[in-house]
């Protein structure tokens, strides 16, 4: 499977990543042993546990006593800079959904704080996103129209890993980036909101507000989160700080 060029255990990294990107191996699943990989690879036990601990630390998946490894994230901040709601809720054991409530291409209207970053024509992807079937998040997210040309209700579905925006841009449309910022604030739900979150009008809700940038600092796109539930945090240096993201 290796070329001379190539490490065996870079090779044996590689193949699994591919099948994780593939959906070969889903969030919250068991990877096979190192003796099946191994086997399946034809490396030793060795260069698989040196190709998985490179996965450990990218943060794609997770080493648990006694139970092998276990597929955390397909989209680990290592690669995306953001952490995934999608996946967050799949490996508490629940269920995510994303009800599309449209797609505005062109934007109709864009508030000034997201004008005042980019330059040029935006599209907006309105979503809801659920836990159980439960409403928790209402997220808009504009993004340069060029960036996403042909946005259909096809390319975003409402169940599934699938589901993440973060895989939905940077998969289906080759977007990238390296860098976000986030700002959170506190603020009352309107009664469109409020209906959407199923929550009394008026009532405090919160706002995340996410821009995403790409390695030349040029903004790719912006995430308008409000949602109902509390936003958590993981104070592990050796996990990502932020455990609940606002890109979902």
Not at 62 to 83: D, E, I, K
Not at 110 to 132: C, K, N, Q, Y
Not at 178 to 206: G, Y
Request: glycine share 6%; with cysteine.
């Amino acid at each position: 499977m290796a070329t001379k060029s190539v490490p065996k255990y870079q090779s044996v990294h590689d193949e699994v990543l591919n099948r994780l990107d593939s959906g070969m191996y889903s969030v919250g699943t068991r990877l096979p042993t190192e003796e099946a990989l191994a086997k399946a690879f034809d490396v030793s036990r060795v260069t698989v546990r040196k190709a998985l601990d490179m996965l450990v630390q990218s943060g794609y998946i997770t080493a648990r006593q006694g139970s092998g490894y276990v597929v955390s994230t397909l989209s680990p901040p290592s690669s995306s800079c953001l952490v995934s709601f999608t996946d967050q809720v799949i490996r508490e054991g629940r269920m995510p959904g994303a009800k599309l409530l449209g797609i505005d291409a062109p934007a109709k209207s864009v508030p000034p704080e997201v004008a005042a970053l980019f330059d040029s024509e935006l599209t907006l992807i309105r979503r809801l996103r659920t836990v159980d079937g439960a409403p928790v998040m209402l997220v808009r997210t504009w993004v340069p129209s060029h960036l996403v040309d042909g946005i259909s209700a096809e390319d975003l579905p409402e169940t599934g890993q699938n589901q993440s925006i973060l895989r939905i841009l940077g998969r289906r449309f080759k977007m990238q980036w390296t860098r976000a910022c986030e700002v959170i604030s506190s603020l009352v739900a309107d009664a469109e909101i409020a209906e959407l979150l199923d929550v009394k009008p008026n009532a405090p809700i919160l706002s995340q507000a996410c821009t995403a940038f790409d390695e030349d600092q040029k903004p790719v796109f912006y995430d308008q989160v409000y949602r109902q539930s509390p936003i958590t945090y993981n104070l592990d240096k050796s996990a990502p700080t932020r455990t609940a993201g606002t890109s979902a």
